[in-house]
């Protein structure tokens, strides 16, 4: 199986691999972790997720490295985001041990999946809890199942590296909470799916969305946040209705670590004609470098990068975020958990 991947054709899909791990809370506690090599799940028609979608995910990567190791990145940073989500739609907490342990899991027994070092393509692991008790009323459940399955994947926007158009409308909003800060939960993303589809339909790779208040400051692109460079600074939103991303805040760090001023405030939208450089951030992301925001709303676009080609430091960053990935640089930082085959 693995022998027919083209690991370097990858695009961003799922891919089934060899098992996957679970855990099930009941009774007021979670279970003991067990492997499945089964991907499907038997579920009651009156389950709680599927109708009040009282569901969180989340998203991070294994990276097989130029010592042949293998390196989960920010971890523990995935679990206590989670366990915001749980917190935020009234799900039981899932303790970060036993996160860290089931994506440890699910990355040992899936090893032959991790893509070569030098491909383009990495090993995605999805963790997913949602509520399995069968309700018809709206409250929330007593029993929950959390999974961690894993996919090898390529690159989120068509083009890898390559500055992409994004489109930017008023006549969206995505479902975020305000005040709360955007939880990574299914609904906030089924509210997002017109959207989506809408931007692509039009050659976008992605919506772009305001602050859904005023419609007057940048929030975030569909699933990555948005960083800018103006000069020796790295700009991003702060916002209480983006995710807090895990991959902007190490983009932060390591744009200080370089010497460059980092800050985090409101962006009003007519800055963007002020960027030197944009780019979406995610863990599916990585970098995207952006090429031009199109205001379909006012005719207005802005242009970072007319030919396509990233920009100078979104290159540098994207660089050194691989390289720390990778095991080619030390990581300094503490991000990377190294695994024991
Ligand atoms: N924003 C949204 C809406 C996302 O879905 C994601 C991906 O998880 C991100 C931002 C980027 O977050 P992270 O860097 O933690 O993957
Ligand atoms: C991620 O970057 O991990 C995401 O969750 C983005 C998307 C696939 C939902």
């Not at 279970?31 to 009040?52: K, W």
């Not at 070569?116 to 008790?133: D, E, H, N, Q, W």
């Not at 946040?225 to 020796?232: L, Y």
Request: hydrophobic share 40%.
């Amino acid at each position: 199986m693995t022998e027919t991947i083209e690991w370097n054709n990858l695009g961003f899909g799922f891919i089934p691999t060899d098992y996957n791990v679970r855990c099930t809370y009941a009774d007021g506690k979670w279970g003991e972790l067990r492997t499945h090599s089964d991907m499907q799940i038997n579920l009651n028609i009156a389950a709680a997720v599927l109708h009040y979608a009282q569901e969180s995910f989340e998203g991070l990567k294994a990276f097989r490295g130029k010592d042949g190791k293998v390196r989960i990145f920010r971890v523990d940073e995935n679990a206590k985001r989670m366990q915001d989500s749980c917190k935020g739609i009234e799900m039981p907490i899932l303790p970060v041990d036993t996160f860290r342990e089931a994506v440890l899991q699910a990355v040992k027994l899936n090893e032959r999946f991790i893509p070569p070092y030098g491909s383009s393509a990495s090993l995605y692991i999805r963790p997913v809890l949602f509520a399995t008790t069968p309700l018809v009323g709206v409250k929330p459940a007593v029993d929950y199942e959390f999974i961690v399955f894993v996919s090898p994947v390529g690159p989120y926007f068509k083009g890898g590296f390559q500055a992409t158009p994004f489109m930017l409308s008023r006549k969206y909003d995505r479902a975020a909470p305000l005040g709360t800060g955007m939880l990574k939960v299914g609904g906030n993303y089924a509210a997002g799916m017109k959207a989506t589809v809408t931007a692509h339909d039009n050659g976008y790779s992605s919506m772009f969305y305001l602050d859904p208040k005023e419609k007057k400051y940048i929030d975030e692109c569909g699933a990555a946040n948005f960083f800018a460079i103006k000069g020796n600074t790295y700009v991003t939103p702060q916002s209480s209705s983006i995710l807090p991303s895990i991959t902007n805040r190490s983009l932060s760090e390591l744009a200080e670590s370089l010497g460059m001023t980092v800050e985090r405030r409101p962006i009003a939208i007519d800055e963007l004609s002020e960027f030197d450089e944009a780019g979406a951030c995610g863990t599916a992301a990585v970098i995207s470098p952006i090429a031009r925001i199109d205001d379909v709303d006012n005719n207005k676009s802005y242009i970072f990068s007319p030919d396509g080609s990233p920009g100078r430091v979104c290159t540098l960053l994207y660089n050194k975020l691989r390289a720390i990935q990778r095991g080619e640089e030390p990581d300094t930082f503490g991000w990377t958990m190294e695994v024991t085959l």
